[in-house]
């Protein structure tokens, strides 16, 4: 009988392209959503001859219900649901506790069935992000390289108390929220390995269809509205200036989960450098991308290069994983190309 695994932001950006991955390995989903509503929106993305393989919890409230219903009886764990997004008004309870207590809850109920004989679970996979990683205050004279081995300096009090810079919150959440993992196992020493995956801004198309364009993810909203922000507007300045595909994340996570091994494992991924200008220069140079879009483009300087900044090393996943990098210009169009026809519907 397959294996069941259980994927905790099954309608989530990330989440839906590691539902494909697994489906078209054979495995069974218990995906966890929010509501029927969502249920529903991630069947539709997936074929009908594998809906059989798909089977949901229900969680309204990641801070605070239980996880031991989605937990009970699966073989595997990859954990992504966590909020990124910059609504912030309360940092603490949009954020930070939404965050950590997701991620503890899940490994408290894995634990407690494992323990049980209940499960035999002997892996979870954790998203985590690069804001776990980057330390902001840092200097890029000389230019560093990050790994796996850094840690951003960023504290829950400093996170509790961005108000008014939800970018501070959201990396507060992810330190936070990944320290307590790597924690609760070095203290309860559960007899299942994690692996965190740390990724940079993540691109590209969604898994089945955006249901509308004000349901966009965060990161692709940003570059949509970018390239729809007509010719003379300003380019702006990147916070992070790496990116990777969504579906490149994807297959780490569950390249991760089908690793196993019998450590536990942190792993840091990018594909590359990336700015606001070379996005607009793939867009204009694109030969599928519409014309509509190019006239709605800002131009600004072609070719124009990103101030000095630091690197990241990426080498651990593409050795022990095998994790590969789509171009940046294969993600820019495919994305670009699905909200084009999103927008064109919604204008009927």
Not at 57 to 86: K, Y
Request: proline content about 5%; charged content about 20%.
């Amino acid at each position: 009988m397959p294996e069941t695994i259980l994927v905790t932001g099954a309608s989530a950006f990330i989440g839906g392209w590691v539902i494909k991955l697994l489906l078209d390995k054979g495995y069974n989903v218990r995906g966890t959503v929010r509501s029927a509503a969502k249920e529903a929106q991630v069947l539709e993305a997936i074929p009908k001859e594998q809906r059989g393989q798909v089977s949901f919890a229900h969680i309204a409230d990641i801070a605070t219900d239980s996880f031991d219903e989605a937990v009970h009886g699966v073989d595997g764990i990859i954990h992504i649901a966590s909020p990124f997004h910059f609504k912030v008004i309360d940092p603490e309870k949009d954020l930070l506790l939404p965050a950590i207590n997701g991620t503890l809850g899940v490994l408290k109920s894995a634990h407690k069935y494992n323990r049980s004989n209940l499960n035999k679970i002997k892996r979870i996979v954790i998203t985590s992000s690069f804001a776990s990683i980057v330390d902001t205050n840092r200097s890029n004279q000389p230019i560093y390289t990050y790994t796996e081995k850094d840690w951003s300096p960023v504290t829950y009090e400093q996170g509790a108390a961005a108000k008014n810079d939800p970018a501070v919150a959201y990396r507060a959440s992810k330190v936070c929220a990944e320290r307590a993992a790597w924690d609760f196992v070095e203290k309860e020493k559960p007899s299942f390995t994690i692996a965190t995956i740390c990724e940079p801004m993540v691109y590209g198309p969604h898994f089945g269809r955006f249901q509308s364009l004000d349901e966009i993810n965060t990161s692709n909203a940003a570059l949509w509205s970018l390239v729809t922000s007509g010719k003379d507007a300003k380019i702006p300045d990147v916070r992070t200036p790496f990116w990777v595909d969504v579906r490149d994340v994807a297959y780490t996570h569950v390249a991760a989960l089908e690793a196993a091994t019998n450590t536990n494992e942190r792993y840091l991924i990018a594909a590359g450098s990336w700015s606001n200008q070379e996005i607009v220069d793939i867009v204009h140079e694109s030969k599928i991308i519409p014309q509509s879009i190019k006239d709605s483009a800002p131009v600004g300087t072609k070719g124009q290069q990103l101030p000095i900044h630091y690197t990241i090393d990426s080498s651990t996943a593409q050795k022990n994983l095998g994790t590969t990098y789509i171009p940046l210009k294969k993600t820019v169009e495919d994305l670009i190309l699905q909200l084009v026809e999103l927008q064109q519907k919604s204008t009927k």
